[in-house]
């Protein structure tokens, strides 16, 4: 499992490289702001990968268990997907506007930043009585367990690459 997480938080740190390269350039031309767009979306499914590997080693589900416990996995993820697009957003934005941020901006990029990690939550729990109905309460934990630690340990990473305010 370290392996695999070595490599989730390896990855995220690339991700936040190309961010922080927003941040140092005012205007990136078209060409390679599709470029970079590119290499976020191979990385972020990349990740994705990963951590369906970290959870695969850690779940040992039986055949049974695994059929019925993917396709909600991969429903979870999809909905996770698009909270990490809004998040992801948000660091564009951040970066575009980093040189020249108003406070009107900056309370807008914390209120939205906000509703991201309440979604982020609210998805969690919505998303518990489904995995409870394929997985033993210690299997559903567990994977709540995994999924948090995953989510906290991009979290860390993402936190210690965007530069504060100025």
Same mark, same amino acid.
């Given at each position: 499992m370290k392996k695999l997480v070595i490599?989730?938080?390896? !990855?995220? *740190?690339l991700l936040f490289i190309q961010s922080a390269a927003f941040a140092?350039?005012?205007?990136?031309?078209? *060409? %390679?702001?599709? !470029?970079?767009?590119q290499e976020v979306q191979l990385l972020r499914s990349d990740i994705r990968s990963a951590k369906k590997q970290i959870i695969a080693e850690n779940m040992k589900l039986t055949d %049974?268990? %695994?059929?019925?416990?993917?396709?909600?996995?991969? %429903?979870?993820t999809h909905e996770t997907t698009e909270l990490g697009d809004a998040s992801y957003a948000l660091v564009k934005e951040y970066a575009q506007n980093y040189g020249t941020m108003t406070d009107a901006q900056a309370d807008s990029l914390v209120d939205k930043m906000a509703t991201v990690d309440v979604q982020t939550a609210t998805l969690r729990q919505d998303w518990l009585p489904k995995f409870r109905k394929v997985l033993t309460g210690k299997q559903a934990a567990l994977f709540f367990q995994l999924d948090r630690r995953i989510s906290l340990l991009l979290d860390l990473q993402f936190a210690a690459n965007i530069p504060l305010v100025k």
């Open positions: 490599i989730l938080v390896m !990855g995220m *740190s140092q350039k005012s205007e990136p031309s078209t *060409s %390679a702001s599709v !470029g970079i767009e %049974a268990q %695994a059929d019925k416990f993917w396709p909600v996995y991969d %429903a979870y």
